[in-house]
């Protein structure tokens, strides 16, 4: 589970910017009993260790080019940094190819400073905070806490001393294994997380293991809200269940669609038929079927895509990070595929998105500090911030506030002055 995710001098963000999932503390009245109740209790997620919550959803609104994509992707590039450090790390371009993508270019002295972040996770109900940061020639630093109590436990810091060109180490007592050994072969372009890992370091394992396997992002830059359905219709074809949760879905959501027939060909190749509910010459019921891949709606593929996406999400417990969630959907649709995930309570996987539908702003779908709003300065550095940091106006929506521009996050267009 994510608790909380920070970064700086990085794509758009020049100071540090933090983005969380611990949930506030929101309460709304009982119109039956006038009791105080948690608003939208299924929308968060129990963590009874430190009596709080986290987020089950959060979605991050903001104007074209504000930041609000570059989050998203900044929390991808550090999984897959440290997924590949081992592999890619003797490459002679690794670093400088990383922190050339990646640095923020808005101010000339971002260049000498290293791209930073931290991630507060949580892995078995116990909280870590693992910190890294890079420059063009070398990890400038890492560290890794755990939160076993109040009281953090160091378990691994290194700094590059700048002045005596070495690296200085600390090790917590509790920390186990042939540290020292994994130390000596970690060199300026390797994580020690991930040495450690490789080298069967328990506690690195554990936390190498969250970000290999629980962070995932669907987006694409060059087609914005792309999803693919080959992997659900794949699914569909092995599984009685999954295509019956995909036909119950569908049957919510109001399509014609009652059955599949689905066909694996030479070379992994599908063919697709789906059924429709149809009238019949003689004006009874009958069916009709359709070439899937041809026929159906770009529409009706996209809502099957996410729903799979959002099944394989959901019975992972991933960390799943989208893209402009909702693009060729009507809102009403992205709204079901939204509080399935809030009614799904045996999941601890979590949804952070991007999206320009206001009409998803609502106060039934999202508590304020699931909404967040990215805003560019006028240098071009991102800011982020929660609606829960406003005092919100009592009888005005969300939606209308928002395109007001009470809370910042939307296009702002210059008269033309004529000189």
Known sequence: MLLYFKTSNNLSFNEEVTFSTIAGNYKVTNELTGEREDELPQNVIPIEKYKVNALRTSVIYGANASGKSNLLVAILHAALFIQDNFTKSNEPSYLSSNFEGFYNKNNAANLSRPVTFSFGILINEVQFEYHFSYNNERVVAESLYEYRTQKPIEHFDRIFNEKKKIYEWRFSK????????????????????TVGSVSKLSICEQVFKWFDSTVDGSFDIDHPGSITDTVILKGMSESKFIKELVLEQLKIADFSIIDFEIEVEKENELRVTTIHKSIGIDGNDSTARFDYFREESIGTRRFIGWLGFLISMMAGGKVVLIDEFGTSMHSLLSK??????????????????????????????????????????????????????????????LKTTYMQGLYGGIPHFKTKVDE
């Open 336 to 397: 079901h595929l939204l509080q399935n995930i809030n009614g799904f309570a045996k999941s601890k996987a979590q949804l952070i998105f991007t999206t320009h539908d206001t009409n998803l702003m609502t106060r039934e779908l999202f508590r304020p500090d699931q909404i967040w709003i990215a805003e560019k300065d006028s240098f071009g550095n991102s800011k982020l911030f929660p609606l829960s940091e406003f005092k919100l106006l009592k009888g005005k929506d």
């Open 174 to 193: 509790y920390f186990t294994g042939e540290k020292e050994t994994v130390k000596n072969i970690t060199n300026q372009y390797t994580l020690y997380l």
